[in-house]
């Protein structure tokens, strides 16, 4: 069954960049068909049940980085999304041994808030230090919303973009651009110790720039990673950590909604074996099923490594570029545990609004950087590095009433596991939950349900090669003008006419859909789509 | 070494410590007419490039131990052949493997591919691939080297100009290039190794040139370029290539001391500075220990930017700012080194006999796994169990350094804290650091420990006692993207001038760091006679 009129653009994956962007491109006339291999859109922004009667965000469980502009662009919250929580806390289990700034230690832990109330002697220093990041954060964030100019270029627009960057940058002032050059390339390690004496605070500081990277907080690249996040956070606007009723899904949802009131065809269950190319250039997908699908440009939501050697294939590609791709470093470093409960944990007897927040187990900067030795060499830490929230305090209807689930991030679990995973999954979930027992004594006894997604789980539940959330590590040599590889760092790829739109371009992933809203503005400027 | 500059003669300018930088500084000045005295603190001079008789009549390079980075166009400028420097290109190196192979390295192209095919044909394919990429980039560095990097923050035509020339010659890379370019800068050494590579023996032997001196394991983003720093060098047009100074690297500084005293320049030795003198937020000289002050309007401190700025030079005259930034600086101790006397040649049964590959450096580090463990015990405060060393047998070609027959061994190693998170160093601990060294190189070689006459065992605590570099840090700090270029050592002055009028640093703290190279004196000396003719009173 083959369709007669070309479509005007076919989005391979119904991710929320594959969405955005498809929405964008239909609002501007465009006929646009997505497909989706799944029985559902959203990729790894998707609500699942893991236990019966109990669901959680399977992989992302927090919106913070979607830009206000864009949800109202897309009038998501009129097509459904409501927030359960916005704003969110942020606060650091201190385990009972360690001292807590301002004193105040509980015998099962102590959930710190990060607020400058209770930083005690490091109170000064944080609001200086916050300060001075968010001005630096302010200046890179509109780097977010362009898609990066080429090097070498002479097109206008990209010489304008660079002198743009820059300019921005200077505008912070002598002494400020000074530091931002300083501190750009360095570790947050060694910064954080230039500016806090408290363990807790540096530790829970520290997890911000390494969450979702495969760095530890002693590895150059930790600031940029940690500017990243901040500029992110910044150009998403005032919300703040936020959690969709329903879970991430629910977004997701949404933008199907905001997608096919714009006119975009969505089909699921429809996975794409590979991309048509016709002369050189792509002419639409050829699905699984063999059915062929015409279309004069086709956007790739997928991650580069699939969408290159996979959709396309090698032999489309020249050697060099085939070269960079199969370098490109994507291997996931986050685990994600999902437990089930028969009732409410006390976290450190947390209560109230730190209770529903967002809480770090990364106590020191010598507790992550070394459950990041371990991953380096295929191994995982005794003492996992974790972020925790338990969704349903805010959002009671993602379980049975007076049950709850515990949603939260395993940082530092290798792709490979040394002996591999078979048996070790149970090992390391019940490492996590022994951890956790230490500040909720009774958890384990609680828990009804668990499951654990590895980084080959993720790969195999999304579809993400390599199980990265971002699609690519985040990394100097993987940034902005050289991200996924050069040549490829504009939406556009070395094969005229088909794009890339998901987390493996700039700006990267985390549930921001800026990806897609790029791609959508590159291809609309082009003359050929 | 000769006293001179005293009563009557008027002193153009002062170097404080005699280390290579410093002496090459002083050359400069000394050949562009200006009365100088470099002052160092103990009996000798060449800091940390210096041949010590610690044992009967055997030599040690006990510090730095092989030539190549020494900037070639300095050694013509300075004559220091004419003055009595030779260096001796040497042949090969290799690594041990833990179960008994080795991958030896020759100059000739064809034996050195046949080598690594034996571990790997796609390696061998690689190599050429790898060694012109990295070649590549140390073509568009070097000339970088011998500049002043310029204010990025400031609008004044000295730096834009500077600016625009290093933004030409990056765009003239031509796209494909610039973006390797970015990526090497940025890039782990391990990352950019497995571009090329795939047998670990191979990886770990390239992998060590980014890890010497340095705080940071091979997986650490930023490596590549260390090893990059590591190839800079030309011997006799052969860029990458290594060699050694005839008499140890003491010949170096002893040749250098020379050129300076025929152009008229002066040295005394044990002559500790205390105090710099500050009138009016300018220089007017120094102040030994012991009270003696010697005038000159011109300071050049060839001590690290720590040692100068938090030690020497008054708080009350420098910035409020600039001192913070100076405490930032981080230069950290992460390598010890023995020295040892040997009663003969050591056997290594993993060589063929009659290989030229032990007459250069030989490692036992085989995989990267292991060079990264090494960088982990450092964090936590200890020496490495399974320590990355670099051991040479200079006297295996330079006969002078040892009597007949017998020999003396260098070896390098990374990692050892400056600080152990057991305590202080002390006897016992440091005889442990050693143990562990000379056991690792005992299992490669089962005659080694019977050879031993005599272990220096040095560790950062000894190594910064003895030579005065903080920490024991052979680069005088880090080689981080953040203390580079235009933020080496504190940005905004990382143009050579101190806050303080007509005080200059010299020393491996600024632009382009570290290794026996010579071009942060150079380029200091460059700085002050730029300056100089503005102020045409003080030209002598």
Known sequence: ?529 | MSDAGGRGERLDALIVGAGHNGLIAACYLARAGLKVQVLERNPFIGGAAVSRRLYRDFTYSNCSYVCSLLRPEIMRALELPRFGLQIIPYEGGCTFMQGGGHLALYDNHDALRREIARHSVRDAEAYDRYARDVMRQCKFIKPLLMREPPDPTSFKPRDLKELLYLGQRFHRLGEERMYDTLRFWTMSAADFLDEYFESEIVKAHFAGSSIIGTALGPRSPGTAYVLLHHYMGDIDDTVGAWGFARGGMGAVTQALGRSLEASGGSIRTDAPVAQLKVRSGRTTGVVLEGGEEIDAPVVLSNLDVRRTFLKIVDAKDLPADFVERVRQFKIRGSSGKLNIALDGLPRFPAIPPGSPCTRGDMHVTDTVEMMERAYDDWKEGRWSRAPYIDMLIPTQIDPTMTPDGKHYMSVFVQYCPYRLAEGEWNAERRQGFGNTVIDTIARHSPNFKDLILHAEVRTPWDIENEVGLTEGNIFQGELTMDQLLFNRPVPGFAQYRAPVRGLYMCGSSTHPGGGVMGAPGANAARAVLKDLRRLPEAVS
């Open chain 1, 1 to 529: 069954m083959a369709s007669t009129t070309p479509y005007d653009i076919v989005v391979i994956g119904g991710g929320h960049n594959g969405l955005v962007c498809a929405t964008l491109l239909a609002r501007r006339g465009r006929s646009v068909l997505l497909l989706e291999a799944e029985s559902a859109v959203g990729g790894a922004a998707a609500t699942r049940e893991f236990a019966p009667g109990f669901r959680v965000s399977s992989c992302a469980h927090l919106v913070h980085l979607m830009p206000a502009r864009l949800i109202e662009e897309l009038a998501l919250e009129r097509h459904g999304l409501e927030w359960a929580s916005q704003a969110l806390p942020t606060s650091t289990l201190v385990p009972a041994e360690a001292p807590v700034p301002g004193g105040g230690a509980l015998p099962n832990g102590t959930a710190l808030p990060i607020e400058p109330e209770s930083l005690g002697a490091d109170r000064a220093a944080y609001e200086s230090y916050a300060a001075q990041l968010q001005r630096f954060a302010r200046a890179l964030a509109p780097v977010l919303g362009r898609v990066p100019p080429r090097l070498g270029t002479r097109e206008w627009a990209d010489i304008a973009g660079l002198a743009r960057l820059g300019w921005g940058i200077r505008r912070l002032g002598r002494s400020d651009m000074r530091e931002l050059l300083r501190i750009g390339g360095m570790n947050v390690y060694d910064l954080l110790e230039e500016h806090f004496t408290s363990s807790a605070l540096k530790g829970a500081l520290a997890f911000d720039a390494v969450l979702g990277t495969n760095f530890g907080p002693r590895s150059p690249g930790t600031v940029l990673t940690l500017l990243y996040r901040l500029a992110a956070g910044s150009a998403a606007g005032p919300r703040g950590l936020a959690q969709p009723r329903g879970g991430v899904g629910a977004l997701s949802e949404a933008l199907a909604r905001a997608a096919a009131a714009a006119g975009v065809v969505i089909r699921t269950r429809a996975p794409v074996a590979e991309v048509m190319v016709e002369n050189d250039r792509a002419a639409g997908v050829v699905l699984e099923s063999g059915e062929r699908i015409a279309a004069r440009g086709v956007v790739s939501n997928a991650d580069p490594k699939t969408t290159f050697l996979q959709l396309l294939g090698a032999r489309h590609l020249d050697t060099g570029f085939v070269r960079r791709v199969k370098h490109l470093r994507a291997r996931g470093l986050a685990a994600k545990l999902h437990l089930a409960l028969d009732r409410a944990p006390a976290l450190a007897g947390a209560s109230g609004r730190l209770a529903g927040g967002r809480m770090l187990l990364a106590p020191s900067l010598e507790y992550l950087e070394r459950a990041f030795n371990h991953a380096k060499y295929g191994e995982y830490s005794k003492a996992p590095a974790l972020e925790i929230t338990v969704p349903t305090l805010n959002d009671p209807g993602l379980a049975p009433p007076g049950q709850h689930v515990l949603s939260a991030v395993v940082q530092y679990v290798p792709y490979e596991l040394k002996g591999g995973w078979e048996g070790e999954r149970e090992r390391l979930t019940g490492l996590c939950i022994d951890t956790l027992e230490r500040f909720a004594p009774g958890l384990a006894a609680s828990i009804v349900g668990a499951e654990l997604l590895t980084p080959p789980d993720i790969e195999r539940e999304f579809r993400i090669s390599g199980g990265h959330w971002h699609h690519a590590e985040l990394a100097f040599d993987q940034f902005y003008m050289v991200r996924p590889v050069p040549g490829a760092a504009q939406h556009r790829t070395p094969l005229p006419g088909l794009y890339l739109c998901g987390a493996g371009c700039h700006p990267g992933g985390g549930v921001m859909g800026t990806a897609g809203r790029n791609a959508a503005l590159e291809i609309l400027g082009s003359t050929t789509a």
